[in-house]
């Protein structure tokens, strides 16, 4: 079974920074692209970016904006969002899972992260 842990978050100020982390057990973790989503309160879950198993990059523009960075580590099983420049809309509880063809495992706990001054 297909394990998620996604790890990192916190609660920063405007313009600070947090780096995610999300360890993946229990299937083969470089054949797979992975995608960072999250969850606002009140909100639907969404994709914020995504990587494929070759390293190629993809962000949605409109909430990323050159502000984070989606990257891997195959021999750890890993996959990390560098976040900079943080805003309140931000805030929401940040999930890793699957990203070709949407999510298809069960996600994880999520990791709480809370944008405010």
């Known amino acids: 079974q297909v394990h998620l842990v996604e790890s990192g978050g916190g609660s920063v100020q405007p313009g600070g920074s947090l780096i995610l982390s999300c360890v993946v057990s229990g299937t083969n973790f470089e054949a797979y692209a992975m995608g960072w989503y999250r969850q606002a309160p009140g909100e639907q879950r969404e994709l914020v970016a995504y990587i494929t198993s070759g390293d190629l990059t993809n962000y949605v523009d409109s909430i990323v904006k050159g502000r984070f960075t989606i990257s891997r580590d195959n021999r750890l099983n890993t996959v990390y969002l560098g976040m900079k420049s943080l805003k309140p809309e931000d805030t929401a509880v940040y999930y890793c899972?699957?990203?070709?063809?949407?999510?298809?495992?069960?996600w994880g706990q999520g990791t709480q992260v809370t944008v405010s001054s």
């Open positions: 899972n699957t990203a070709a063809g949407g999510p298809r495992w069960p």
